[in-house]
């Protein structure tokens, strides 16, 4: 396959001032008193995307992704490093950025546009369709700046994807909109998939990158950590943000003991939770479809089972029962350990796969066993039986198990 997206050792750095006046002393001396700090937001990323895939970027908040995706689309130079792109790309970046508040929604369309490349005439023929879709009504003839945060998010999306981009970016956007307009954007995305464009999207939502990508990166610290397949990644993924949850309790429990007795930090550090035992172990599954649909999920808590607390080296062995009506399609089963308050103690997404067949065609996530029946209704039908025995109007039911 062709390759759509180069990156190759890009890597941003920010001046940071305490104080507003520092960037000017500085510039004053030329340099020679410094009055920054350096943060580095990305440290050489590489990587390649091959045309026609969509591609997921994961990762902690203040990790860099926002800044990779604006160097990709063109609206950030980066410090050091290269982007090179195949054929025409639309982004849709964080909510404010694109758009003139002050100019109407058609004047913005047409304004985007022309930065994508197009004509006058070529935008004009796409606005029904822009319309249609981002759904603001009489709102696309008034300044954007009196737009609410969805309907802004819907005419950037429209706008993004009308304009059949060879690469289209996104940036955690959807997540603005309503249920019905997720669902739109979603399936315009597959429409873009389907014409063999190549998809760029972050997002926190693991459903959403399951089912739309094939491949996702992970992010951590300005620094890729982890590229290849979206289950894999996200298992990585969830590893980090627990040791970040993990970090932060122990912060929290060491600060509330210092203040209680007035001991040194390091006398009071709490003890690591994968090294101690538990009180309160809850264990569930969950089961998705090949789109990450969440099919059916449990837990011994939703189960009422409390297994008391669970000592260091202790193996605890829990078992689910349950009829697997499910339709016809792939499956993957993830399995997690957390307290009753919802804190992760650890995760294991995708351990194992399984696939629902059946003799006859059942469509959606779950198998209802239906059964179906038929009424004839309504006099001088011809089919009725006489007194002779003839047939007579009634009923007919089927059963499929």
Not at 4 to 14: D, F, N, P, T
Not at 42 to 48: A, D, G, R, T
Not at 327 to 335: P, T
Not at 368 to 397: C, F, P, T, W, Y
Request: hydrophobic share 40%.
């Amino acid at each position: 396959m062709t390759t759509a997206l180069r990156v190759e050792g890009v890597s941003k750095q920010y001046r940071i001032y305490e104080r507003p006046g520092d960037r000017l002393k500085e510039s004053l001396t030329r340099g020679r008193m410094k009055r920054h700090r350096e943060f580095w937001a990305l440290q050489e990323v590489s990587f390649e995307i091959e045309a026609g895939t969509t591609v997921g970027i994961v990762g902690p908040n203040g990790c860099g992704k926002s800044t990779l995706l604006q160097i990709i689309a063109g609206t950030l130079e980066p410090t050091h490093g290269d982007v090179w792109r195949e054929g025409r790309v639309a982004a849709l970046l964080e909510l404010g950025a694109g758009f003139d508040p002050e100019f109407t929604g058609v004047e913005n369309v047409h304004m985007n546009a022309a930065l994508m490349g197009l004509t006058r005439r070529e935008t004009e023929r796409l606005l029904p369709e822009v319309e249609r879709f981002a759904e603001i009504g009489p709102f696309i003839r008034q300044p954007v700046k009196t737009y609410s945060s969805g309907m802004y998010v819907r005419l950037a999306f429209a706008v993004a994807a009308s304009v059949e981009p060879d690469i289209l970016v996104i940036d955690e956007a959807l997540a603005v909109g309503d249920a019905v307009f997720q669902h739109r954007c979603l399936r315009r995305i597959k429409e873009i998939q389907e014409r063999g464009s190549t998809v760029l999207f972050v997002s926190h939502d693991a459903a959403a990158v399951r089912a739309l990508c094939t491949r996702a990166v992970l992010l951590n610290a300005g620094r890729v950590v982890s590229d290849g397949k979206p289950s894999d990644v996200l298992n990585r993924y969830q590893k980090i943000i627990m040791e970040r949850e993990q970090a932060f309790e122990e912060g929290e429990a060491a600060a509330r003991a210092h203040v209680g007795d007035g001991h040194d930090e390091d006398e009071t550090r709490a003890p690591l939770r994968y090294t101690s035992g538990v009180d309160d172990a809850v264990v569930g599954f969950l089961i998705r479809n090949r789109h990450g649909v969440h099919a059916y999920g449990t837990n011994t808590k939703e189960q009422q089972i409390d297994f008391g607390r669970v000592e260091p080296g202790e193996t605890i062995e829990v078992s689910f029962a349950f009829n697997c009506w499910l339709g016809i399609d792939q499956y993957s089963v993830s399995l997690a350990v957390h307290s009753r308050e919802g804190v992760s103690y650890d995760w294991l997404d995708g351990v194992l796969f399984f696939r629902v067949t059946s003799a006859t065609l059942v469509e959606g996530v779950a198998n209802l066993n239906a059964s179906a029946q038929v009424r004839r209704l309504g006099a001088g039908i011809a089919s009725k039986r006489d007194e002779a025995g003839h047939e007579r109007a009634g009923e007919k039911s089927v059963t499929h198990g």
